[in-house]
């Protein structure tokens, strides 16, 4: 299999070492790296750096060349700046797409972007799972066509807060008991905070949609890692979820589970059992 990866930040780091430290590498044999032109220098050298099948990728800096390659698949991880940027190219050459900034498509018009361009290449644009669990029982729900009243909380310390707008309603350093910085929809929350927010647009998307899911987002010194709380209500089934991800090496934002579930992706697309 031809993996083509978009980003090579924390995740596409994890994701990379991930495959290039099993056996058989889940049936990868060749991998293309889409990165910033003036990141490619710092790519390159990342990657010679890395195992077998890392030193042997090739760097791309645009999207046309990187389709053009052809890869089997192209897992992005590069945030939801870089998604409106090169994904169209991608899906309109036929190519399938993983997209961990999920988040990204609560901006305007960018759902209805990738969807039209995943049409007209007969490609299909995969949401994973990343942090959050249940989601097959939640798009499972919403297939009935009942009322889904969803609600989700997501968990941090206030370390992983900085850089959002958080910084601008609490003094992150002297939160000494849970706060609430944010509450809204899951649309309102994706778009102001792209890179906190992707879980809460994964629930939304797999159920009543992004303007329909009530979003708390709150700052806990006593967190230990990022926890995602969520309840599901509907005629079939009622769920309640509470999920505490530790967070990546690299990156205080995002749970290292998020990474896992890329690899899964991967695993079912060259696996001959999938679940």
């Not at 293309?32 to 050298?45: D, G, H, I």
């Not at 995969?126 to 942090?131: F, K, N, R, T, V």
């Not at 009622?238 to 999920?243: E, G, K, P, S």
Request: overall charge neutral; glycine content about 10%; some cysteine.
């Amino acid at each position: 299999m031809h993996l083509g990866v978009i980003g090579l930040g924390a995740i596409g780091q994890a994701l990379i070492a991930a495959l290039d430290g099993r056996d058989g590498s889940f049936g990868v044999t060749r991998l293309s790296l889409l990165a910033r032109t003036e990141s490619r220098a710092t790519a390159q050298s990342h990657l010679t750096a890395g195992g077998p099948l890392a030193r042997d990728a090739h760097v791309y800096t645009d999207a046309t060349d990187l389709a053009a390659a052809r890869p089997d698949l192209v897992v992005e991880c590069a945030g939801h700046a870089a998604v409106t940027a090169h994904l169209p190219v991608v899906l309109r050459s036929g190519i399938d797409v993983v997209l961990a900034s999920v988040g990204s498509l609560a901006g305007k018009g960018c759902e209805a972007l990738l969807r039209r361009a995943a049409e007209e290449g007969g490609a299909r644009l995969i949401l994973p799972s990343g942090a959050i669990g249940g989601i097959d029982l939640v798009s499972a729900l919403a297939l009935s066509g009942q009322p889904m009243q969803l609600q989700y909380r997501g968990i941090k310390p206030p370390a992983a807060w900085a850089g959002s707008p958080a910084e601008t309603r609490l003094d992150l350093g002297k939160v000494t008991e849970p706060a609430v910085h944010f509450t809204g929809t899951a649309r309102e929350a994706a778009t102001a905070y792209p890179k906190n927010a992707n879980v809460a647009a994964t629930l939304a998307l797999a159920g009543p949609g992004l303007d329909h899911v009530t979003v708390e987002l709150i700052a806990d010194p006593d967190a230990t890692g990022n926890i995602h709380d969520y309840t599901v209500t509907t005629d079939a089934a009622r769920i309640a979820m509470r999920i505490e991800g530790r967070a990546s090496a690299g990156n205080a934002r995002t749970s290292a589970s998020t990474m896992l579930s890329l690899l899964r992706e991967i695993r079912n697309r060259t696996g001959h059992v999938v679940i």
